[in-house]
C-alpha cells in the first residue's frame, strides 16, 4: 500500500523557517520524482519543488532561494527546508510522488500558516 504522510507543518511569523516532512512507503522511492505542491484557501493547487531520482532540482520563481527540496533515500523522505517565509507561503503543502512504472501519489497535506 503506497503511503505518504507529510509532517511538520504549523504557524509561524513572517522571516520564520520550517521544514516539512514527507515520509514514503510502498514504492521505489529512489526511483521516483518527489515534489511539493500547495493549496492556499480559494486558490488552485500549485507546484513548488521537484527533486528527481538523480538529484536535480527545480523550484517555483516566487520560492527560488528561500525554499529548499532534499531527499533521504535511507528514510524514504523527502523533504522541504522553508526560509524567509512570506504571509502569502500560507496553504496546505502537499508531498506527490511521480513513478514512471508505479504511477502518481499524493499525501493528505500539511497546513502552513504564516502571520504578518
Known amino acids: 500500500q503506497v503511503q505518504l504522510v507529510e509532517s511538520g507543518g504549523g504557524l509561524v511569523q513572517a522571516g520564520g523557517s520550517l521544514r516539512l516532512s514527507c515520509a514514503a512507503s510502498g514504492f521505489p522511492f529512489s526511483r521516483s520524482t518527489m515534489n511539493w505542491y500547495r493549496q492556499a484557501p480559494g486558490k488552485q493547487r500549485e507546484w513548488v519543488a521537484t527533486?528527481?531520482?538523480?538529484?536535480?532540482?527545480n523550484y517555483e520563481d516566487s520560492v527560488k532561494g528561500r525554499f529548499t527540496i532534499t531527499t533521504e533515500n535511507a528514510k524514504n523522505t523527502v523533504y522541504l527546508q522553508m526560509n524567509s517565509l512570506k504571509p502569502e507561503d500560507t496553504a496546505v503543502y502537499y508531498c506527490?510522488?511521480?513513478?514512471?512504472?508505479?504511477?502518481?501519489?499524493w499525501g493528505q497535506g500539511t497546513q502552513v500558516t504564516v502571520s504578518s
Open positions: 527533486i528527481t531520482s538523480a538529484g536535480y532540482t
Open positions: 506527490h510522488a511521480n513513478n514512471p512504472t508505479w504511477g502518481y501519489y
